[in-house]
């Protein structure tokens, strides 16, 4: 394949070097003269192991070079990869000026090229920007329409410094956001040879996982030092403690917990957290992970009752009760309080959960409940059907109960609010909420 790479920095170097290397024809670009200069001579611009020989043996074979004419390197090939630096403004917003600048300049050279040619970015962009920036730039310069004489996708990267070349021939994951046919089909064809099969995604979604990665990766960090700072006070080595947690890969290192969705609960996680803390603080620790992990759960509560306020309706049915399916567990569950807080608004709420009132009619925990929720008790109904009549939102909180309802002819036209995402295939519009989608 013949491919353009905007940008000789650290991705477009290695991204060009690679696929140089795996045989495709790599044209790199930059407005740079020197850099231009350095790999043109076989030599790397940039320090990373291994990448010194990679550029020489590509230029040697005359499958990478570099210019600084981006009219020259639009014609000349049918892919362009842009690669250029998105660095954050002293505020903290991104910024895209770079990216604008390679925008204007590869939509001028399309229009003067009768091929469909495809722009895929590789530069770490927010959701939206692609679609807001760069197609819009694309089209006001080269006089075309996205889909006809250009394609678009969104291809991020996740290269370490250090491991790069490794990083780019055995990828954790490949993940390509898409928009048109064409180019679709080129990356697919791209990352043929490759073992792990690409995720396709919208190019909103694409841009998105980048930030969600390095997002999670600095958490981690964040966390692990944490939780160091706590083991050291206790006199624990935290290697040995972090070490048997990443042992752990059907909980630890898993997907388990990483699902967007509602507050958590039940009988440890609050509870241990809290704990934590205040172990820490008392041997002179301070956890802000850990503080801010509460708050987190603390904003999907709000963010729940602010749905129920603007629904704007005064008859509410909570579907389950306990803090996950299949438990009668009612300890630290976060819909008890979020049924107290609807409850606290002046809302008439109702409360559908089988197996607690099952479990409160025999008697099971009937001494709990008129003890510790008596005003929860009275807003129990047996049956789903119950709920329905007389509930004009509906907020789903238990996904096992939530999906007969939602097949229910009787949910007609009533506000629903999903907070654990019943049915995959939903997401915001019309009556239908998602907390998170």
Known sequence: MRISVFGIGYVGTVTGACLARDGHDVLAVDINATKVDILNAGCSPIVE???????????????????????????????????????????GSLNTDYVKRTSEQIGHALASKSQFHSVVVRSTLLPGTTEKLVIPTLEANSGKRIGEGFGIAYLPEFLREGSAIHDFEKPASIVIGVLDTRTHHRLLALHQSFDDEPQILSVRAAEAVKYANNGWHALKISFANEIGLICKAFGVDSYEVMGALCKDTKLNISPAYLKPGFAFGGSCLPKDVRALRYGARAADVDTPVLDATLAANENQLKKALSMIDEAG??????????????????RNSPFVSLAERIIGRGYELKIYDPIIYRSYRLGANRKYFLQQMPHLAERLVERGEDLLNQSQVIVMGNRHLAKPLLDNRAIGEKIVIDLVRVERSQRSSGLYHGICW
């Open 313 to 330: 309706q005064r008859r509410v049915g909570l579907v389950g009760l306990s803090f996950k399916p299949d438990t009668d567990d009612l």
């Open 49 to 91: 192991p291994g990448l010194d020989e990679l550029i020489d043996a590509g230029v040697r074979m005359k499958r990478l070079a570099a210019t600084t004419n981006a009219d020259e390197a639009i014609a000349a090939t049918d892919i362009s990869l842009v690669c250029v630096g998105t660095p954050s403004a002293p505020n």
